[in-house]
C-alpha cells in the first residue's frame, strides 16, 4: 500500500513542485505567481508615540522602532542576478530584530535602472523591481519608508525635474529653488507621487495606498534650498504636497526628510545647530514639522561631517545635545513622534577596537531607549547605511556590512531587543523560548 501510494500519489506531487520551482527561479520575471504574505497592521500616530493598528480590531499597540537605510534596494530588484542580495539584506535586517528600512523610491532621468525616465513615463521593469521589494519586506514583516525624490542630484533629484522643464521650453530659473515653486514642476512631482502610491503591485496585487508593509512617504530625502529666502516657499510646498498624499491615501503615516536644522526664526535653537550654515539652507526642524499633514518629525545626525573639527569627546557632547533638544520639541512642541532616520558616522575612525560609530550609535540608542521607557516623543532610529556582500557599489564612507563589525551588530541587536522587552508582554512574562534573538537578554537603566 505504501509503495502504491508514493506511485500514484507523492512523486507525482514532488515532480509538479519541481516543475513550479524551475519555472518561478527562471521565469518570475516574466510571469505572477501567486504568493503568501503575513498579516501586517497599518502603524499610525497616537500623540507622541508610534502605533500598530491591529488589522483584527481596535486594539493599538505601541511600538518603537529601531532600524537601518539602504537607499539601494529597488535598483538592486529589477535585475533576477541581484534580488537575492535584496533578500539577503531585508532577512539579515529582520535577523537582528530591526523592523523599518529607509530606502529609495525614485531614479529620475534617461539613465539606467530609471524609474521615471520623463515626467509621466516610468520603466515597468524598475517599478516591478519596486513591487518585489516590497513585497520581500512584507515577507520579512519588515516595513518602509519610502522618499519619493532626492534633494541631492544623485539619482536625478530636483535638479532633474528642473531640467525637464527647461527642455520642455518652460521659463524656469537657474536655481534650483524653482523645484518648489514653479507649477509646471509641481505638476510633474505630483503626477510622479499619484503613479507611485496608487500602483497596484503586480506580484502581490495589493496597491501601494493599501500595502501595511510601507511605513511611510516620504516627501523628499534632506529638502535644502540654495537661498534662505527660499524658506517661505520650501513650508508652502512641503503643505501642498503633504494634502496631496493624504487626499490619495488616508493609511499611511507622511513625513518630510529634514535633516533636523532650526531655521533663523527659531532663535531660541540656534545654538543646537552644528553651525551658522545651518540656519540658512531654508528649513526649520518646528516651522515645516508642525504642519497638520506631517505625522511625525524626521531628523539626521552626521557628527563627522558637521562638526568635523570637533574631536570625538566633542562630537559627543554636540550629538547628545542635538538629539536631546529634537525630542523635547517633539514631546512639548510639535506634539509628534520624533525618528532619527539617518544615523552615520566615519568608518575608517577606530580606536582600542571600537569604530566612533560604537560611541555615536550608543548615545542614540540610550537616548531612544530612555524616551521609550518614558513613552516619549523619540520614537526610534535607523542607521545609515547597510550593505550586503556584492553590494559595495552602493556604499558610501558611512557604510557597513554590519556582520563585519560584531561590536556594532550587537549594539543593533541588543537596541531591538530593549526596545521589545518595554512593550512586549511575553518578554514580560518571561515567555521567550529558546532560539529566540532576545532570549535571556537582562536590560538595566546602564545599558
Known amino acids: 500500500m505504501d509503495g502504491e501510494w508514493k506511485q500514484k500519489r507523492l512523486y507525482p506531487l514532488l515532480g509538479t513542485l519541481s516543475i513550479l520551482l524551475l519555472l518561478y527561479f527562471n521565469f518570475s520575471d516574466h510571469f505572477n505567481f501567486p504568493v503568501w504574505l503575513p498579516t501586517l497592521g497599518f502603524v499610525g500616530t497616537n500623540?507622541?508615540?508610534?502605533?500598530?493598528?491591529?488589522?483584527?480590531?481596535?486594539h493599538q499597540s505601541t511600538i518603537y522602532i529601531n532600524g537601518w537605510n539602504s537607499y539601494w534596494l529597488?535598483?538592486?530588484?529589477v535585475w533576477g542576478?541581484?534580488?537575492?542580495?535584496v533578500s539577503k539584506m531585508l532577512r539579515k535586517g529582520a535577523e537582528m530584530g530591526m523592523t523599518v528600512c529607509r530606502t529609495w523610491a525614485f531614479n529620475d532621468g534617461d539613465v539606467p535602472n530609471a524609474l521615471q525616465i520623463s515626467p509621466g513615463v516610468f520603466n515597468e521593469k524598475v517599478f516591478q523591481g519596486l513591487d518585489y521589494l516590497i513585497v520581500e519586506a512584507r515577507r520579512n514583516r519588515l516595513r518602509l519608508i519610502l522618499s519619493l525624490v532626492n534633494n541631492l542630484n544623485a539619482f536625478g533629484g530636483k535638479a532633474q525635474y528642473v531640467r525637464w522643464a527647461q527642455e520642455a521650453g518652460i521659463n524656469v530659473s537657474s536655481s534650483n529653488d524653482s523645484f518648489f515653486w514653479h507649477p509646471t514642476i509641481k505638476d510633474y512631482y505630483k503626477a510622479y507621487i499619484k503613479a507611485v502610491v496608487t500602483?497596484?503591485?503586480a506580484i502581490s496585487g495589493v496597491k501601494y495606498s493599501e500595502e501595511p508593509a510601507i511605513f511611510a512617504w516620504e516627501l523628499m530625502?534632506?529638502?535644502r534650498c540654495e537661498s534662505s529666502s527660499s524658506a517661505p516657499i520650501l513650508q508652502a510646498w512641503i503643505k501642498e504636497m503633504a494634502a496631496f498624499i493624504k487626499a490619495l491615501d488616508r493609511k499611511h503615516l507622511v513625513t518630510i526628510g529634514l535633516e533636523g536644522f532650526y531655521g533663523p526664526?527659531?532663535?531660541?535653537?540656534?545654538?543646537?545647530?552644528?553651525?551658522?550654515w545651518a540656519a540658512k539652507l531654508g528649513s526649520d526642524f518646528i516651522q515645516n514639522s508642525a504642519i497638520d499633514d506631517i505625522d511625525f518629525a524626521s531628523v539626521h545626525a552626521y557628527p563627522d561631517s558637521w562638526v568635523p573639527d570637533a574631536d570625538l569627546e566633542g562630537k559627543a557632547n554636540y550629538l547628545t545635545r542635538w538629539v536631546d533638544f529634537h525630542i523635547s520639541d517633539g514631546e512639548y512642541v510639535l506634539k509628534k513622534p520624533v525618528l532619527f532616520t539617518e544615523v552615520g558616522s566615519l568608518m575608517h575612525r577606530k580606536k582600542q577596537g571600537l569604530h566612533d560609530t560604537d560611541t555615536f550609535l550608543k548615545i542614540v540608542y540610550n537616548e531612544i531607549y530612555d524616551s521609550a521607557k518614558k513613552r516619549q516623543a523619540g520614537a526610534g532610529a535607523l542607521i545609515w547605511q547597510l550593505l550586503v556582500e556584492g553590494m559595495e557599489e552602493y556604499g558610501d564612507q558611512?557604510?557597513?556590512?554590519?556582520w563585519d563589525y560584531p561590536s556594532i551588530q550587537r549594539l543593533m541587536v541588543e537596541q531591538s531587543c530593549r526596545l521589545r522587552?518595554?512593550?512586549?508582554?511575553d518578554q514580560v512574562k518571561g515567555k521567550l523560548q529558546h532560539g529566540d534573538l532576545c532570549f535571556g537578554k537582562v536590560f538595566n537603566d546602564s545599558d
Request: aromatic share 6%.
Open 265 to 276: 526664526k527659531t532663535t531660541e535653537r540656534s545654538d543646537v545647530n552644528p553651525g551658522d
Open 74 to 77: 529597488m535598483e538592486a530588484s
Open 47 to 58: 500623540a507622541t508615540r508610534f502605533v500598530v493598528l491591529e488589522p483584527d480590531g481596535p
Open 81 to 85: 542576478t541581484s534580488r537575492s542580495r
Open 221 to 223: 530625502n534632506e529638502p
Open 398 to 402: 558611512f557604510s557597513i556590512v554590519a
Open 199 to 201: 500602483r497596484k503591485n
Open 421 to 425: 522587552s518595554v512593550f512586549a508582554e
